[in-house]
């Protein structure tokens, strides 16, 4: 198996951008790895196009050849370009793909992106395309929504352990804090745990604050053999594991509804990957869609123990300088949460971290970045570890 | 690179089945591959799911999780599961991700699936569920839907060429000949050039028996490392290449709307990562959506001069029998198109084929078969070489 490296990576802004398409935000973070990379388009010679729900969304699918052809890399090149699709974690899958294609041989410079337009439709339409990630026949027709998910996992952490709403909105609050440092963040307005609590309710014990919005983005970053990573690059970002896991897509069918099994197994097949334990990682960039996800992320990858992670988010241990830096970017709370961009932003946060880029957010020294993606309630965890020494 | 082979091979019948959903029958084309395998599902350590729209024809996505939990290898296993879309390629593609992930050592037994549940909204749902593998600003909300645009090449090809509508029929004429041998086809009944030219117009030239129906079925395939493959069967089916291409998603873009670029290059590439030219190979499964496009692929694949594609399906080349067998199996035209799960049945049918398995539609001492699976009008082609011999 070649090693891999990412050699460039880009984001777009993350927000309400009524004014450009889904293809026109793709075009835009891909230009711009590429540029980051230094490359031109015609080294490419691999597109993995992560997007949860094009179909629903802005009615167009068959997205990786839409993409190749309005980056100028069909027609005379004719790239092969794929969509990559996991609910959520389509991004995340999509770099997972471009780095089994480099690592595989069939490829020797693959672009991976994600993105999402989500706000060309209703609010009620967007949730209604979002709860196709869910199990539509035993979950989405009985009326269940991703919030009305998150909250019963939430009722039962509180109820198991004791994990309180003050604890759920510190998450909210240090994504926040996070997130005003980031450019592409679609809030980055400082927010008060009263002002979480205070919020209006949207399913119970969830406020509007504990959720991260609906919001247009897309994220692209170029993958390559890591043996010829610094001809690209002084600063090559080196994949040290790349590791997937699935579990029951219906919460019912679940042993324990406040452990994602997908992530646990996910998370352990990269420690083992990558030969390092938690202890080892400097910063993580976890699957916050609530603010109960990351409390559970940080539990379930082993950054906290099972049923304390409302206690060390509370205590500020998550913080930017703090024992375990967990969503240095603002996560998906304060930076958006395009979905199927989100995981390619996040191994996007992740370069510009270990490359010692991203200024006033920065985490110090930082060597090993995690980043966890997460698709529906847990059926799919990806988690990647990237690092800056070889 | 790690060569690699299929070990085991599933379809599902093709039709309307309507006592089934999505998930049933993926799982029984999955089950069914597993069993071809002589495997137990704890070996499994990926699965792709081709599908084009689960979730504007059932309101379904996530199909990967969905479907690695349906099949009782997501709790406990955990056993990755990624969906894969280029709209009716997308089963192709699914494949080509498997062959990556084994070729890659991220994975040693990779289970590739395609499926569509297409019969369970009206047929003007699906032809607009279908029309989003168009390019939607641009095609999709003219009203152009796929006869519409397969008609406009027709139109051209007949126009420059003098290709005529006895030879589209032949076309079809003889996929029906092929069909009634094939056990999983929709229509198992022989057609004559005179009734394909008397059924109703659906957009001239094409009439209805010019086109693929619309349809429910799913296929399945085990893939492993070549060096692995004498484990699991004495006739395992060797993958000599697997080579993908895009062109412009919209039909105007085209320098030429009666050659699909993208299948003369996806063809070119396989035949060099094969060592192979179009002599050697025995026998085709390509993509006829409609007539016009059997005749364009096997002129743009090279079994046929460019023009005479007609010629050639009018005089019985294509037959089995003839000079180079075309759809052995029925094509999509006879078998149905359940467009994600096309890509993965034609890789079944050259597996059978190529095993001697095939019955009265036996293509005799088969050595080398190719397959073609084409997303959209063109924007996307996959074509894959298979042989007996390692």
Redesign the interface.
Known sequence: ??EVAIVGAKTTEFGELWER?L?DIVVEAGIGAIEDAGISGKEIDA?YVGN?????F?????????I??YSG???GL??????????CASGG?AL??AI??V????SNVAIAAGAEKMTDISSSGATD?LS??????WE?IQGATFPGIYAMIAKLHMKKYGTTGEQLAAVAVKNHENGMHNPIAQFKSKITIDQVLKSIMVSDPLHILDCSPVSDGAAAVVVVPAEDALKYTDKPIYVKA?A???????LH???DITTL??TV??GKRAYEMAGLTVKDIDFVEVHDCFTIAEICAIEDLGFAEKGKGGVVSLNGETKLGGRIPVNPSGGLKSCGHPVGATGVKQAVEAVTQLRGDAGKRQVDGAKYGMTHNV??SG??AVVHIFSNER
Not at 52 to 56: C, Q
Not at 58 to 66: D, I, S, T
Not at 103 to 106: K, W
Not at 244 to 250: E, H, M, N, P
């Open positions: 198996m070649r398409s293809r597109m949860m729900s094009g179909g629903r802005v009615e167009q699918e068959h997205l990786g050849a839409l190749a052809d890399l069909a027609r004719h790239v092969p370009s794929t969509r990559v699709e996991a609910a899958l997972r793909q089994q294609a690592a595989s041989g069939y395309a196709a990630a869910a199990d539509r026949e989405g790349s997937q896991a699935s579990d029951t897509i219906a069918d679940r042993r099994d997908a197994v996910a698709g529906g059926a799919t």
